[in-house]
């Protein structure tokens, strides 16, 4: 019983329709762009971290051993100092710590360590984008799947009613009220009907392959959304703190930073070194102590300056490179704010129009049904040809079909407006 009731749980989970929302959430789970966006982002992470790390130096466990042709005194010592007791040997062991840091780079270190901070909000910003364009493309193929979900249901009723009527008009036939010639245009019709039944099947198991290639599951039947086609307002006038901007505008300040740093080298550079460790070994044969283990603590301060007089040209030419650079990002940025521009009024007035298209299909839907209703009594009284009949009816069909299209257009539209002002995210 209990087995039974979960193969019954798990067919009723497999056949519930799926949502829109569990599409774009499945879409956003499995996607490996985004999946690599992420782990990029974690790079730049870890490289700012190294960046970080560098500024404070390096402190190093390091050891040596050397072998002199000539005896050589663990410690450096003054003449004056030399005496038969001090502490010589041809192999010198050493074991200390080392530490040093750069203290003065002409503010080079600080900058890299901005550029990657930079470059951490960049990937935030291109993780963002990639969430949007995804959710994008997800809504626009389920609101396809949708629309021609109901081009056929609507077909299949028409289908069903011109096959019913191609029966009526047989026995009308073989009763000698009709001519043959009319059941012969009504099966026609009726095959048009199968064509473009077969059309949209095809159509619609392409889109079901792609929303399958974004969710990576099975998809068995769609849970419809509710349209109300009404005038939406959007609020463009601020464009700049979109992330497609934004990257832009992080790659100028990159660039500013990159010519900072290379005018860095203008600068003299600093370092400090420390050193501490012990330096043993075993007194050779010329020592009074021949043989004996001696060792003596050894310790370090030391300063170095590098000032960098010329370099043929190379630094100027580096900077100057750096600033045509930032010139054609900025450039960019412009045109990419003139595009988005004209993508908001274009889909703006795609979404005016496909309200228009709305309005007028349905307006033109029902008068069409009401002509259709007509034209089958004026069929039937002889008033009206077959012909007629059958153009009024696929008049009707071609209607309804635009009309169900313009609906789910306008939702496409809101859709895209949405994607490109960057708020399908939101």
Do not use: C
């Not at 048009?192 to 974004?214: E, G, H």
Request: cysteine-free.
């Amino acid at each position: 019983m209990i087995k039974m009731l979960s193969v019954l749980s798990l067919v009723s989970l497999s056949l519930m329709a799926l949502t829109l929302d569990e599409s774009v959430d499945a879409a956003l789970e499995n996607s490996s762009k985004l999946s690599e966006i992420k782990l990029n982002k974690e790079i730049k992470k870890l490289h700012k971290e190294e960046k970080s790390g560098l500024q404070y130096g390096e402190l190093s466990l390091v050891g040596s051993f050397d072998h002199y042709n000539l005896p050589r005194t663990l410690a450096p010592i003054t003449p004056a100092s030399i005496s038969p007791s001090t502490p010589t040997t041809q192999d010198l062991f050493s074991l200390g710590l080392n530490y040093s840091v750069a203290l003065f780079t002409g503010f080079a270190q600080t900058r890299n360590v901005e550029i990657e901070q930079l470059q951490v909000e960049s990937a935030i910003s291109m993780e963002n984008l990639t969430k949007e364009q995804i959710i994008y493309n997800v809504k626009n193929i389920y609101l396809s799947i949708l629309s021609l979900d109901k081009q056929l249901q609507s077909l299949n009723d028409y289908f069903k009613a011109q096959s019913a009527f191609v029966d009526v008009i047989k026995e009308e036939v073989k009763l000698g009220k009709k001519a043959y010639i009319d059941e012969l245009k009504a099966k026609n019709d009726l095959e048009s009907i199968k064509a473009n039944r077969q059309t949209l099947l095809a159509n619609k198991d392409i889109l079901k392959a792609s929303l399958k290639y974004f969710i990576n599951q099975d998809i068995n039947t769609l849970e419809d959304i509710g349209i109300t086609v009404s005038k939406v307002e959007f609020d463009i006038a601020n464009i700049d703190s979109l992330d497609r901007l934004k990257v832009l505008d992080l790659s100028l300040q990159a660039i500013d930073k990159k010519v900072k740093i290379k005018e860095s080298s203008y600068y003299p550079q600093v370092s400090l070194n420390g050193y501490f460790g012990e330096n043993f070994g075993f007194n050779d044969a010329t020592n009074v102590n021949d043989g004996d283990f001696d060792s003596e603590t050894i310790w370090q301060v030391g300063v170095k300056l590098k000032y960098n007089l010329y370099d043929f040209g190379s630094r100027g030419a580096s900077v100057e490179s750096a600033k045509v650079e930032k010139l054609q990002n900025s450039i960019k940025k412009e045109d990419m704010k003139r595009e988005i521009t004209k993508d908001v009024t274009t889909a703006l007035a795609k979404l005016n129009e496909s309200i228009s298209t709305y309005e007028s299909t349905s307006s033109q839907f029902e008068l069409l049904q009401e002509s259709a209703e007509i034209e089958q009594v004026r069929y039937e009284s002889g008033a009206a040809t077959i012909n007629d009949l059958l153009f009024i009816n696929a008049q009707k069909e071609l209607a309804r079909s635009k009309m169900i299209d313009s609906k789910y257009a306008y939702q496409k539209a809101i859709y895209y407006i949405e994607y490109i002002l960057e708020k399908g995210n939101k």
